[in-house]
């Protein structure tokens, strides 16, 4: 059974889709979380639900200014995180050749120097001698590729690159810290109705995953839930694909 009980958890990118799911299933286990997003109307839906043990902010993750304000807030009020969710991201289809210096600048920044930052920062505030988990959120495209998203794919395989690394670095230093990468392959979020309609291009993903279905946002905050635990005290700087089998 796992059980996040007296967690402090941070996660980026609550306002939908897997991070929200991810959020919910932290509270569910019981954790204290702490939970951020861009968009006001995410915000103040989650805020009319009243969650218990969910503190939200809205902002920018790629507004440092916005990020500093969230760790000063939690040392104010004497909260020491020991989890983090780095969900947060934006996805890039674009030809390669149309990519500009701004837009590559902008997938870059979202998608991995925010995750970098947010990182130093969650890792400078943790108790050394107590255990912590940082749980990365990628893709099987930073390991697979696929067309028109090279941008996207870039900054994801660098969020593994990045696991793998810092896993190493933290145990070198003495924190009792593990660092996991979950890769979701084709996944139900609320994309999904709308890919749906796309006929061939639905079949198709099928015919490529051994499955033969999309994989459930339950079925990734289950999993990341597991990594946040204790339950999960001996695996680090590890890339695990949810995918139904796509990657091989």
């Not at 006001?40 to 440092?64: A, P, S, Y």
């Not at 120097?113 to 505030?125: L, R, V």
């Not at 593994?160 to 890769?183: A, D, P």
């Amino acid at each position: 059974m796992v059980s996040l009980k007296n967690k402090k958890i941070l996660i980026s990118g609550v306002g939908k889709g897997i991070g929200k799911d991810i959020m919910l299933n932290c509270l569910k286990k019981g954790a204290l979380v702490v939970g951020f997003s861009r968009s006001e109307k995410d915000i103040q839906h989650l805020k009319k639900k009243k969650f218990k043990n969910l503190i939200l902010f809205r902002g920018d993750v790629t507004n440092q200014k916005f990020v500093n304000s969230i760790f000063k807030y939690l040392k104010k009020k004497k909260i020491v995180l020991n989890g983090l969710v780095n969900n947060a991201g934006i996805r890039q289809r674009k030809a390669f050749l149309k990519i500009t210096h701004l837009e590559l600048n902008k997938i870059i920044n979202t998608n991995f120097i925010s995750i970098f930052e947010i990182t130093q920062k969650f890792i400078k505030q943790v108790n050394k001698k107590s255990s912590s988990s940082i749980v990365n959120i990628g893709s099987i495209v930073g390991q697979d590729g696929f067309s028109e998203l090279t941008g996207y794919a870039s900054t994801k395989s660098a969020i593994n690159g990045f696991t793998k690394s810092l896993s190493m670095e933290v145990l070198e230093k003495n924190y009792n810290m593990r660092i996991n990468c979950v890769n979701p392959g084709f996944t139900e979020t609320s994309y999904f109705q709308k890919f749906r309609r796309k006929t061939k291009l639905y079949q198709w993903t099928l015919a490529k995953i051994p499955a033969k279905r999309w994989g459930k946002v339950e079925e990734i905050s289950e999993l990341a839930s597991f990594l946040l635990s204790e339950n999960s005290s001996y695996i680090t700087g590890q890339s695990i694909n949810i995918d139904g089998g796509w990657t091989k």
